[in-house]
């Protein structure tokens, strides 16, 4: 059983940044690509940045480019996200998710991802 931990939330104010962390079981075929999602209240869950295990092939959402970088550390089983230049819409709750490499494919289908987090809230104030 795989499992996803998030940590790294909190508060912060609109241009602010924060990174968040996901640590989960080592790796296998299953987990070949991971994600972050996001929700906000009401909304749907979407897709933030999801990367390739092996070679860390990375694909991000339009409205995050150039301001979120998804990066991992192998050996410590760890993804990362680094969220700089923070919006109030960016506020919401964080997911971590995994699944096999034909989830980067199609990159941000949620139901492609088998395993997620729990989740960790991000609130951005204007």
């Known amino acids: 059983q795989v499992q996803l931990m998030e940590s790294g939330g909190g508060s912060v104010q609109a241009g602010g940044s924060l990174s968040l962390s996901c640590t989960g079981s080592p790796y296998h075929t299953g987990t070949s690509c991971m994600a972050w999602f996001r929700q906000a209240p009401g909304k749907e869950r979407e897709g933030v940045a999801a990367i390739y295990t092996i070679g860390g092939h990375t694909y991000y959402y339009d409205s995050v480019k150039d301001r979120f970088t998804i990066s991992q550390h192998m050996r410590e089983n760890t993804k990362y996200l680094q969220m700089n230049s923070l919006r109030p819409e960016d506020t919401g709750m964080y997911y971590c998710?995994?699944?096999?490499?034909?989830?980067?494919?199609?990159?941000?289908?949620?139901?492609?991802?088998?395993?997620w987090g729990q989740g960790t809230q991000v609130t951005v104030s204007s």
């Open positions: 998710a995994a699944g096999p490499s034909s989830a980067c494919k199609r990159q941000f289908v949620r139901t492609d991802f088998t395993y």
